[in-house]
Each structure stands twice: as structure tokens, then as C-alpha cells.
């Protein structure tokens, strides 16, 4: 499945394109992640909790940034597998980044393959959860971001 989008994130490109690459950060706005752990300078683990349809999965991921282009571009592979299911999901994302004035808009495109249980659940339900989850990331991303310039002003 192919997922594409474009947000507006209220800052620099410089400062969105360093917080993107800050895995605690990112992985702050993703709301079910816990227990990251940086392998080296490119690799992170984490779990993911979430729901999709009427079935919760805890997922074991590891990520792997695999091209950046400071400060336009970020590629990075995800694998992950449910914890007491069987299957497996993986997917390339792609953010592409570009200024607009003080903002940044954010492309992304995301190509995502499930195999196992969660293969059989229907595209329509997952293209629904991958937008919850967009919209819940891109909130939360915004808000960080938000709260940062609060901060900066009242310092």
C-alpha cells in the first residue's frame, strides 16, 4: 500500500528537519511508542501499541534511517512484527522537506507491506488508521513545536 501526504509544521526547515532526526523526539509525537533504544547512530527499536479495527497489536519495530540530505530529505525503513501474532510489517517512508516563509511544509510518501494476520486485514481499514495516525502525529508534532516557542519567548 502507497500512502502520500503534506503537512505545514510552524518553523524553520533547519529546526524541523534536526527535530525529525532526534528519534526521541519524533518518537514523542507517535502517540503507542515506548522502549526506544538508539543501536548506533542510524538504527532505533522500539514497540508501538496501537489499535486497528476491533484488534490491539504491540508491535516490536526497528528503524533504520537510510539517506538524509540535510535539510530537505529523510529516507528510513521500518520492520516490525506483532508481538503474539504472526506477521510482519514493513514499509519505506520519505519526507521531503521545504521552506514556506517561517513554516515548513513536510511530503511524505510511504510504501507499507503486511504479511500474516495483519495482511488480511482490508485496505480500507488500514488507510483509515494510517490517517488517525497521521492526523494524531502531525497534532502532536505542532503542539511540540508549539510548546518549543513558548518556551524560547518566555526564556
Known amino acids: 500500500m502507497k500512502f502520500v501526504g503534506e503537512f505545514t509544521v510552524p ?12 528519534a526521541p523526539f519524533f518518537a514523542s509525537c507517535i502517540e503507542g511508542v ?19 479495527a476491533y484488534i490491539k497489536f504491540k508491535f516490536a519495530v526497528a528503524v533504520e534511517f537510510v539517506e ?3 535539510p530537505e530529505k529523510i529516507v528510513a525503513k521500518a520492520e516490525g512484527t506483532p508481538l503474539g501474532v504472526v506477521g510482519r510489517l514493513t514499509s519505506t517512508a520519505s519526507a521531503m522537506l521545504r521552506e514556506d516563509g517561517a513554516q515548513t511544509v513536510v511530503s511524505y510518501e510511504m510504501n507499507v507491506a503486511l504479511a500474516g494476520k495483519l495482511g488480511s486485514i482490508g485496505q480500507p481499514v488500514l488507510k483509515s488508521k494510517a490517517k488517525e495516525m497521521e492526523r494524531s502525529f502531525v ?17
Do not use: H, M, W
Open 34 to 52: 515506548g522502549d526506544l533504544t538508539q543501536i548506533d547512530e542510524t538504527r532505533y527499536t522500539a514497540t508501538l501499541e496501537t489499535r486497528i
Open 11 to 22: 518553523a524553520p526547515r533547519d529546526i524541523v528537519y534536526a527535530r525529525l532526526n532526534d
Open 139 to 155: 497534532k502532536n508534532l505542532n503542539a511540540a513545536f508549539a510548546q518549543g516557542a513558548a518556551s524560547e519567548a518566555n526564556a
Open 68 to 70: 538524509k540530505v540535510a
